[in-house]
């Protein structure tokens, strides 16, 4: 199974940037898509965005389109999520993952401890 930490996480105000880092260890890591997910206090996990194995396909949430990008480094075996124009509603602690299959991961699939993101107004 393969093993993963976020980083790039902290306070920012609205408007700003942030870049997330997930850095993965373990079976082939490059074999398959990954993602991106959030949870805000009080609500759901959510997905964010997804990033295919290749690097080539992207998918996103309607609420992050436009101002968040995930790529990859396969070489790196490092997951990224740039966050341009956050909102006070990005805040949240944000998770990677995968196998991720549409929007969602597998049973089998594995997930990051977090790192928290604030965007203040």
């Known amino acids: 199974q393969v093993q993963l930490v976020e980083s790039g996480g902290g306070l920012v105000q609205a408007g700003g940037s942030l870049r997330l880092s997930c850095a993965a260890s373990?079976?082939?890591?490059?074999?398959?898509?990954m993602g991106w997910f959030r949870q805000a206090p009080g609500k759901e996990r959510e997905f964010v965005a997804a990033?295919?194995?290749?690097?080539?396909?992207?998918y996103y949430a309607d609420s992050v389109k436009g101002r968040f990008t995930i790529s990859r480094d396969n070489v790196k075996n490092t997951v990224y999520l740039q966050m341009n124009s956050l909102k006070p509603e990005d805040t949240a602690v944000y998770y990677c993952?995968?196998?991720?299959?549409?929007?969602?991961?597998?049973?089998?699939?594995?997930w990051g401890q977090g790192t928290q993101v604030t965007v203040s107004s």
């Open positions: 993952a995968g196998p991720v299959v549409g929007n969602k991961v597998g049973a089998l699939g594995s």
């Open positions: 373990g079976r082939a890591f490059s074999s398959y898509a």
């Open positions: 990033v295919t194995w290749s690097g080539v396909g992207t």
